[in-house]
């Protein structure tokens, strides 16, 4: 069942902004992933943040997740043009690690250059 | 991480003929694939779990003498959309799954 909730549902910024995401879910959770794709492709797996973790960097990527609140950030620094994508937030709500997972709507981000 | 690969990329198909989309597990002997659905301008939505040697279990909602899954062996899942219909139109997308899921390319099918 879908239940991350993206916001917002589109954004756009000018080149070298920041661009800040929300995902809120509902259930329990092992881990949260972000995951961008690009108009009509196939997904590209961002970052994975565990239940436990509160905060995680990649590169320009920055997430946090709080747990208590049931939600999660994702902040891409100093924007740039490819940066133009969906955003998605998907979560793991299994420990066994035989269910799929659950994403959410999805940000469209445009980066104006 | 998992390779995953898919066949065909994308589709072209009159409605009321099946189409089989396959997914392989390049490098990783998955006992458990998953297929998503993906209409456009929407997110992605869990079909179906895809169990090798046994049967595969179904999302609600999602029909399962429609969408055909076979899981014959650790490392290809196939799925099939039987008596296609424009509202099938959809990007299909497998993931398997071993510390992370670890998704195929897509294939998107257009039913005329």
């Known amino acids: 069942s879908q239940q991350g909730e993206e916001d917002p549902q589109a954004l756009s910024i000018q080149e070298g902004e920041n661009a800040t995401m929300n995902c809120s879910y509902k259930?329990?959770?092992?881990?949260l992933q972000w995951y961008r794709q690009n108009s009509g492709r196939g997904l590209v797996h961002l970052i994975l943040?565990?239940?436990?973790?509160r905060e995680k960097h990649s590169g320009r990527l920055r997430v946090t997740l709080d747990t208590s609140k049931k939600s999660s950030s994702l902040l891409i620094t100093a924007s740039r043009a490819a940066d133009t994508a969906s955003y998605f937030c998907?979560?793991?709500?299994?420990?066994?690690?035989?269910?799929?997972?659950?994403f959410g709507k999805g940000t469209h981000l445009i980066i104006q250059p | 991480g998992a390779v995953v690969s898919q066949h065909p990329s994308w589709v072209i198909c009159k409605s009321g003929t099946s189409v089989k989309i396959e997914c392989r597990s390049l490098?990783?002997?998955?006992?458990?694939m998953f297929w998503y659905r993906q209409f456009p301008k929407q997110s992605l939505m869990l079909m179906a779990t895809?169990?090798?040697?046994?049967?595969?279990?179904?999302e609600q909602g999602v029909e399962k003498d429609k969408f055909l899954i076979n899981h014959a062996s650790l490392t290809l899942s196939t799925l099939t959309v039987t008596s296609a219909h424009p509202e099938d139109s959809s990007f299909y997308i497998c993931?398997?799954?071993?510390?992370?899921?670890?998704f195929g390319p897509g294939t998107r099918l257009t039913v005329t």
């Open positions: 490098d990783f002997q998955a006992t458990t």
């Open positions: 998907a979560t793991d709500d299994s420990g066994g690690g035989a269910d799929g997972l659950t």
């Open positions: 895809s169990n090798e040697g046994s049967k595969a279990t179904y």
């Open positions: 943040i565990r239940s436990n973790e």
């Open positions: 993931s398997v799954r071993s510390y992370e899921q670890y």
């Open positions: 259930t329990s959770i092992n881990n």
